[in-house]
């Protein structure tokens, strides 16, 4: 009765609007390009200002210098058969990656004071895809510490791992660490919304992350409640990946694939809390 109201014999073939089917594999595609449109445009910023990355090379360069060559002198710390300067190399390239990532989140702050994010928010873009695109820009960052700790590590005599699968596994644990941590950053900046506080709760929260890693020295010489923190903190296993890449005849406490697995499971969990977040910033 209906078509026929509208002007349609019963006789005549009727379009019927049917649900548009979606290809998987075209969807992964769309997703991918769009986060790597994201990276791509937030990585750009460091051709405006490359004194970045130099400023960022200070401090993994001072704790190298200074406090890698004093206690590789006074051997205070036993860590095997590795030189105490060797031992360090990885987790001050993990320290590196955490530094840049972490502070990340004033980024979003000052986007969202600029409008740049209702932009954002108001693209059809997926809301992982641009938190994606943006952990994977800090991981760009972070590639550029690797070239500076691998340049400084040959000066001072380190023993390195050229395999190309030592060379990629380095390549991939780096930039794993600065999407988890960048991702961590901007889950920060979404809850507080203010760069005040952020920076605040930002001071407060690398050193601790730091110390409570291998980093600068073995888990087991840390009193059993550290230890406890060491093995629920990602830079531990991000660090402990590093070791065995980096280091000609370096070793895995846990086990790469292990490490890796660690860490890529954080990443997508934060990814995902990231993307659901993402939008309060503005609210």
């Not at 060797?86 to 590196?96: C, D, E, R, T, V």
């Not at 740049?116 to 938190?131: D, E, G």
């Amino acid at each position: 009765m209906r078509l026929q109201e509208q002007g349609v014999l019963p006789g005549d073939s009727v379009s019927l609007a049917r649900p548009r089917l979606v290809n998987p594999l075209a969807a992964v595609a769309s997703f991918v390009d769009k986060t790597v449109v994201i990276a791509e445009l937030e990585a750009r910023k460091l051709r405006h200002d490359p004194t970045e990355l130099i400023t960022r090379a200070v401090q993994p360069t001072l704790w190298l210098l200074v406090f890698g060559q004093v206690f590789t002198r006074i051997r205070a710390i036993p860590t095997g058969d590795l030189p105490y300067i060797a031992f360090m190399a990885p987790g001050i390239l993990a320290q590196s990656v955490l530094f840049v990532a972490i502070f990340y989140g004033i980024a979003i702050i000052w986007e969202r004071d600029l409008g740049i994010v209702h932009k954002f928010l108001a693209s059809p873009t997926p809301r992982t895809a641009l938190v994606l695109g943006k952990g994977l820009s800090a991981g760009v960052r972070g590639l550029s510490q690797a070239v500076i700790i691998y340049v400084l590590a040959l000066l001072l005599g380190v023993q390195m791992n050229w395999s190309p699968l030592g060379l990629l596994g380095v390549l991939a644990v780096t930039l794993l660490g600065a999407v988890f941590f960048s991702t961590f950053s901007l889950i920060i900046a979404c809850l507080v919304k203010t760069r005040e506080r952020f920076m605040g709760i930002g001071q407060v929260l690398t050193m601790p992350l730091f110390f409570a890693s291998n980093a600068i020295y073995p888990i087991a010489l840390m009193p059993g409640w550290l230890q406890v923190i060491s093995h629920i903190n990602p830079l531990t296993y991000e660090v402990d990946a590093l070791r065995a890449l980096m280091l000609a005849g370096g070793t895995s406490m846990y086990g790469v694939g292990l490490d890796c697995g660690i860490l890529l499971l954080a990443t997508v969990v934060v990814v995902i809390l990231g993307g659901r977040l993402y939008p309060n910033i503005v609210t």
